[in-house]
């Protein structure tokens, strides 16, 4: 039985489950482009300093509302400049970081709190898994936009407080998701093998469980970060978000707003670059949930 | 009609109706003049709310007892036909004869009587206590002689007269009070009131019978003010006819209209000041603002002329002086703070901050112009968080000290007097950020004397002051652009105060 040229364990041989991910997800045209997307936006924001053509921050009221290029504009200013004069792609290219920041850190908050709570919920079961259910309820009664604008509006909108009521709020659907998740696997056999040769229960949560429940986690990150993004916009359009003259894309459609009659460029622009963020963080998240678990896909 | 048969023609027949029969509605030949206002007005009752559309409705419903031009500034006798001084605090008036109320109840003595004494009593709570309580009580001599006595000595009571003061019914405004006369408004002026629907439209229609006022006769028939918060869709509806008059349009959206041939763009400077109020008196606790070099440095910093010019243009005007250049009293011959940013930074090093501070900037409206104000501090080194309020919110911590540095502006409810805006801001009172005794001292001078030579000197020693020590950084003044159509004839005025009465179809 030893002998490893076994009839049938060649005939198990073929492409590993590695191998088979990758080719799955070469073939996902969603994922592809969700994450190359993704990607460039990540990169432009990292290098905002060099690409920037201008200080997204001069004012020069002399030249206000100058059109983009492909509205009769110059290539001094290739996306024309806003109502204070300022270079529109140079703080296009600076709100990416605002957006991104805010939906990763947003993210990234949100999804230690609920995991911690699913997770913590599904393992141990009992009073904690009430308490947590219980929490999961108290939150999800709570309209997310309500509660994020009148926190906001006592605290004052800045960077910092919109990434804190973001990241405070989103968690629930990481407990939720997590919750479930870990209530199914905890009942496995593996975890009860762990537990009995005597593992230590962060050990069985960090490596038994967590590898598990990972896949789902990668697509809920995806989607609240999507989500985050949207509220910031939401906020600093309503004026509570991000403060200027910080560049956000949601404020410039505001700012916009008012000339939305004759300068529609002043909002279109934001607004398009928002949307394909959005689309494609969303792209990429139901990319990768199809390609980790394809048993899942409706 | 949609919900109980949603069939396609119905559907068609709806959208055609209302595409058709809107704009017929608001035009030369209906003889309806249709109106826009930007905001909610709380209440009609011109002595309940403290709004520029109020003062619009209040001079077109009422008459005061005298009537500024507001061309020459000349004061004329409206519903008073010769008035007198009898003494310091005392005032004599002759009553017009023969006018009545829209209601019929004729214009006598009474009717002053009763509205003088009504306002001027604190416990009814006129809003803008300023515009009414430096009267005591008035007093009837004879059916068309009436006599209002002063508190003290108030040179500024004519055009407070001429202004916000205006004459109610008394019979009707004793049964109806603030609440009724809002709902369903009674005066002599102009035009009467006959449908308020609030926060939907006012109907105004010509008053027929309306005595030879200086004011003039009205010649539009009927007047509809709708209030549509967002400037874009005031223009869509002026695109589609279905309003013939917008007001306070924005600079930029005024250029692009003007451009278009089909509306007329007029543009009247207002005596709004905009101006920077800063923290002198430290009441917000240990700010940089208590020196004198910062409060400088903020004045030298701000490119004035390039505000006016970009932003606000049309009859705006750079200000140094806290206070519109028209008033009585508003000296010019102060001291003057250019546009140099190098200055700016060396009295700020001077002053012990050679890489600047930060600081939290407030501002209530404007948006656009807080930001190139707050952009020109940045690059001086003042860094600044901003925070947008409503006025109220502003308003109210401003009063309790808390605001280290504020973007603000005044209209001086258009009184053609510097007491208006520099007694109302430097004379103590929780506004007040500066608390100068000295200028106190000069303004209770110039408030209170009859002699306008002193009082001219007085406020140009206050100005002095006040600018020398820059307690504000006044900057610019406003202006409003109308837009009307073609077919409207019409000369707005440079108080910003909408005359419906003096509008024509041509």
Redesign the interface.
């Known amino acids: 039985m030893s002998d490893v040229t076994d009839p049938l364990a060649r005939e198990i041989e073929g492409p590993s489950p590695r191998q088979m991910l990758k080719s799955r997800a070469a073939s996902h045209k969603g994922l592809i482009f969700g994450m190359s997307v993704v990607a460039f936006l990540v990169l432009v924001a990292l290098l905002a300093p060099v690409l920037a053509p201008h200080d997204p ?1 001069a ?1 020069s ?2 030249k ?2 100058v059109p983009p290029v492909f509205m009769g504009g110059t290539w001094e200013h290739p996306l024309g400049t806003d ?3 300022r270079d529109y792609l140079s703080r296009l290219i600076y709100g990416a970081r605002v957006s991104l920041m805010i939906g990763a850190i947003a993210a990234l908050i949100s999804g230690v709190i609920g995991t911690a709570m699913g997770v913590a919920a599904g393992y141990f079961g009992g009073k904690v898994d009430a308490v947590v259910t219980f929490l999961i309820n108290v939150r999800l009664a709570m309209p997310v936009v309500l509660v994020a604008l009148a926190v906001v509006a006592i605290l ?1 909108g ?1 960077l910092t407080v919109v990434i804190c009521v973001l990241g405070l709020l989103l968690w629930d659907r990481f407990a939720v998701v997590m919750r479930a998740s870990t209530l199914q696997i905890s009942r496995r056999d593996y975890i009860a093998a762990a537990q009995v040769i005597g593992a230590s229960t962060p050990r069985i949560l960090l490596s038994e469980i967590m590898p598990n429940v990972f896949n789902n986690l990668i697509v809920i990150v995806t989607l609240e970060m999507a989500h985050a993004i949207l509220l910031e916009a939401a906020l600093s359009f309503l ?1 509570l978000g991000v ?3 910080t560049p956000s894309w949601g404020l410039m459609v505001s ?1 916009g ?6 300068e529609p460029w002043l909002v279109l622009i934001p607004g398009v670059v928002l949307f394909v963020l959005v689309l494609a963080i969303n792209l990429m998240g139901d990319g990768l949930r199809d390609v980790t678990a394809p048993e899942g896909r409706s | 009609m949609l919900a109980k048969s949603p069939t396609r023609s119905s559907f068609l027949a709806a959208v055609l109706m209302a595409g058709v029969a809107m704009p017929a509605l608001a035009d030369k030949a209906s003889g309806t003049l249709d109106v826009a206002f930007t905001k909610e007005l709380e209440n009609v009752d011109s002595y309940f709310n403290s709004s520029r559309e109020g003062v619009v409705l209040q001079r077109a419903i009422w008459d005061g007892l005298i009537y500024r031009n507001p061309e020459t500034n000349e004061y004329v006798g409206n519903l008073a036909t010769s008035w007198e001084w009898v003494d310091d605090t005392t005032l004599e008036f002759k009553l017009r004869e023969g006018v009545t109320f829209h209601n019929g109840e004729p214009f006598n003595a009474d009717d002053v009587v009763f509205t003088v004494d009504f306002v001027a009593n604190e416990e009814n709570g006129v809003k803008t206590q300023r515009n009414v309580n430096w009267m005591d009580y008035a007093e009837k001599i004879d059916d068309y002689t009436v006599r209002i006595h002063l508190k003290e000595k108030f040179p500024a009571a004519i055009e407070f007269l001429s202004g916000p003061v205006s004459m109610y019914p008394n019979e009707y405004y004793a049964e109806a009070g603030p609440s009724g006369m809002g709902l369903k408004p009674v005066g002599t002026g102009p035009y009467k009131m006959v449908d308020v629907v609030p926060g939907q439209h006012f109907v105004l229609e010509a008053n027929e019978s309306y005595h030879d006022s200086p004011k003039g006769q009205p010649e539009i028939a009927k007047i509809d003010i709708r209030t549509i918060p967002d400037v874009n869709t005031q223009m869509a509806e002026l695109f589609s006819g279905s309003l013939d008059l917008i007001w306070q349009v924005p600079a930029d959206q005024a250029n692009k209209l003007a451009q278009m041939d089909q509306f007329t763009v007029a543009n009247e400077s207002t005596m709004r000041v905009g101006y920077l109020q800063m923290d002198a008196a430290g009441r917000s606790g240990d700010t940089p603002f208590t020196n004198k070099l910062v409060r400088q440095a903020v004045n030298y910093a701000i490119n004035r002329q390039e505000l006016v010019d970009a932003l606000l243009q049309g009859a705006s005007k750079v200000v140094y002086t806290p206070c519109f250049p028209s008033q009585f009293g508003c000296v010019q011959d102060v001291t003057e703070y250019e546009y140099n940013p190098e200055k700016a930074k060396e009295l700020l090093a001077e002053a012990g901050y050679p890489d600047g501070f930060t600081v939290d900037f407030y501002a209530y409206r404007d948006r656009q112009y807080a930001e190139a104000i707050t952009s020109y501090l940045n690059a001086v080194g003042i860094k600044t968080n901003f925070n947008m309020l409503q006025y109220s919110a502003l308003r109210e911590i401003n009063m309790k000290g808390e605001v280290p540095i504020s973007f603000q502006t005044w209209g001086s409810y258009s009184i053609n007097d510097a007491s208006a805006i520099v007694s109302q801001f430097f004379k103590h009172g929780s506004l007040d950020s500066a608390r100068d005794d000295e200028v106190l001292e000069w303004l209770n001078v110039a408030d209170s004397s009859t002699d306008p030579d002193t009082r001219v000197d007085n406020y140009a020693k206050a100005l002095n002051k006040i600018t020398e020590e820059a307690y504000w950084a006044p900057m610019f003044t406003y202006n409003t652009n109308y837009v009307f159509k073609d077919e409207v004839s019409y000369t707005p005025t440079a108080d910003e105060v909408l005359r419906f009465v003096d509008m024509s179809w041509k």
Do not use: A, D, I, T
């Open positions: 921050y004012q009221l002399m206000r509302m109502h204070l004069g004052g800045s004026g403060q200027p003259p700012e707003k008012n000339m939305m009659l004759f």
